[in-house]
């Protein structure tokens, strides 16, 4: 296994790289970064042969693509739903920040072409997920802004994770044969969480990210006091789209599913 956990920092203009095609993290076969966008700034993504998804996390930007516009607000992403421009291969997206913004970029390789589409927050509402189970320590709200149903002809997938504070999600430890990275944010800068990788486990930190291999188990938890937030991006394998119903537990643990965790 490679290198599957990183700490990037953000450069003199703002942008902070994640994953790309010959970094580290190319086994994730996706180019994956974040902007900083200062109130006024604007920034334009336009790659050929690569489909594009411009997810905000905050701030008050104005989308452009294809003659068309549209404003987009997030306080932060603890507390509002997403905005994303999605575009196909050779369609330039372009950011006017109105506001000091931050931009996730989540690209890949992707000849096919497709309508572009802008996403609003009541297009993936956040719902809860394993209330009551497992003691209630792995309930969590999950999003799915675009996966293979609702988009496909994309290679990716993208959506995102609110843990509630102390608790975990992607539990039970489970697997899946395409590679995803998750990108971590906390509702406070000293926030910090665990988060594994096989057997590798790391401190997961504000603008930490984890690069999982096809085939890793790869559960996640937040210390009790703070929220955290996962951008969960997957790439689809030629002939084998990840599919909702390709969550695969690791058999070691399903009996928790029947435990009673009654005191």
């Not at 997961?204 to 690069?211: E, I, Q």
């Amino acid at each position: 296994m490679g290198k599957v956990f990183g700490y990037p920092a953000f450069d003199e203009n703002g942008e902070q790289v994640l994953t790309t095609y010959d970094n580290e993290y190319s086994a994730m076969q996706m180019d994956i970064r974040v902007y900083r966008l200062a109130a006024g700034a604007s920034r334009s993504f336009r790659r050929e042969g690569e489909e594009i998804a411009v997810l905000l996390l905050s701030g008050k930007v104005t989308y452009r693509w294809e003659g068309r516009s549209a404003e987009a607000a997030r306080k932060d992403v603890f507390t509002e739903g997403p905005w994303c421009v999605h575009v196909s291969g050779g369609t330039e997206v372009s950011v006017t920040a109105e506001t000091e913004s931050r931009v996730l970029v989540q690209c890949t390789k992707n000849e096919r072409a497709f309508a572009a589409k802008l996403y609003r927050p009541e297009d993936a509402p956040w719902k809860y997920l394993y209330v009551g189970k497992f003691g209630n320590v792995a309930k969590r709200r999950v999003n799915t802004i675009f996966d293979h149903d609702i988009a496909p002809e994309s290679n990716m997938v993208l959506g995102e994770v609110l843990n509630d504070r102390g608790n975990w999600s992607g539990y039970l430890p489970h697997r899946h044969p395409q590679p995803e990275t998750y990108y971590f944010l906390f509702d406070r800068p000293e926030g910090f969480g665990a988060s594994f990788v096989g057997d590798q486990v790391f401190k997961s930190t504000d603008g930490s990210f984890s690069a999982i291999p096809g085939g890793e188990l790869h559960p996640q938890v937040v210390a009790p006091g703070f929220q955290m937030y996962t951008c969960w991006m997957i790439r689809h394998i030629d002939g084998n789209p990840w599919l909702q119903t390709d969550r695969c537990e690791d058999e070691r643990y399903v009996w928790l599913h029947d435990a009673n965790f009654e005191e």
